[in-house]
């Protein structure tokens, strides 16, 4: 049946789209969206956007779905379990970070049955855990998950007020001239057949959208660089790599086929891009807290290799 759900104070803030993953537990993201694309999803009887924000006080329509019944969701086995402990950078009351691996999606749905957000809530039954941000499945590095309502409120205001500092290593398809360079252009998210997301370059009807890359390592005609977000749209370093004609390594979708087989002879099997570093506030008037996750052996061990390549 339909269901009017009132929104509370302590959810204030969040958007329509992440409440709904939180209300629809269990439902594919995908069909989330479709939901809402469809106007199945309203608020104070108007459709709704994905990136809307929530107010107290407003009705959400919930439309009638079937939800796994209980027993029928997939427990993480044991070996993900174990994963999942070993990443963990930080913890508090009010959160923790883990040092996600590459491969392993942070939410189940489009055919992944498990997640880290899934994952994390059957190793932690009852808790209120929810994720801050996302990162690409082939990304690994620092992500941040709330423990608490209220410490979501205060992380998504963080991450709107561009107070949440966020940096990653990445290894681009092509040489620097400068240490710093800047990137700003708006970008559009489309979505192609099969529900896939493209994100191009739309200075027109993109969202604005920029990137500091900076100079870590020259290693012939690739670079290490280190990225600074100052937006956190969908793809964004891939994007203004891609746009800077030097694509992240090992990118598939943004990427040139021919460097990504010629690293390949390299040892580098994924997409050489890594969330380095996280800068937070747990608490309101509390310090400032930065956490770090070591690159991989294997993302080190590709650089080791092209280090000692004769390039000519």
């Not at 009638?64 to 019944?69: S, V």
């Amino acid at each position: 049946m339909v269901r009017w759900v009132e929104v509370s104070p302590d959810i204030a803030g969040q958007r329509i789209d992440n409440f709904l993953l939180a209300q629809l537990k269990g439902v594919p993201r995908s069909l989330v969206y479709r939901l809402l694309r469809r106007g199945e999803v309203r608020v104070n009887k108007g459709r709704a956007r994905p990136s809307q924000r929530l107010e107290a006080g407003d009705q959400v329509r919930l439309p009638p779905l079937r939800l796994p019944a209980q027993g029928e969701s997939i427990a993480p086995s044991t070996q993900l379990r174990e994963r999942l402990d070993e990443a963990l950078l930080y913890e508090d009351e009010r959160l923790l970070v883990l040092n996600k691996p590459a491969g392993l999606a942070v939410h189940g749905g489009s055919g992944i049955n498990l997640g880290v957000i899934e994952t994390l809530r059957a190793m932690r039954p009852g808790a209120e855990l929810e994720l801050v941000h996302r990162l690409d499945r082939d990304t690994s590095g620092c992500l941040l998950i709330s423990k608490r309502r209220s410490a979501l409120r205060r992380l998504h205001a963080q991450l709107r007020d561009g107070e949440v500092d966020k940096r990653y290593l990445a290894l681009l398809c092509g040489p620097f001239s400068r240490p710093e360079i800047e990137v700003a252009v708006a970008l559009r998210t489309n979505r192609v057949r099969g529900g896939e997301r493209v994100v191009r370059v739309d200075p027109e009807e993109g969202k604005p959208s920029r990137t500091w890359f900076r100079v870590r390592r020259r290693l012939g005609p690739f670079t290490l660089v280190e990225a600074e977000l100052d937006t956190g749209r969908t793809h964004q370093i891939r994007v203004h790599a891609a746009h800077l004609g030097a694509a992240v390594a090992g990118d598939p979708k943004y990427g040139d086929p021919a460097d990504n087989e010629r690293l390949k002879a390299f040892g580098l099997k994924r997409l050489f891009l890594h969330a380095a570093a996280l800068s937070f506030r747990s608490q309101e008037d509390g310090p400032l807290v930065h956490v770090t996750a070591p690159l991989p052996e294997r993302l080190e061990a590709v650089l080791s290799r092209l280090e000692e390549e004769s390039w000519t």
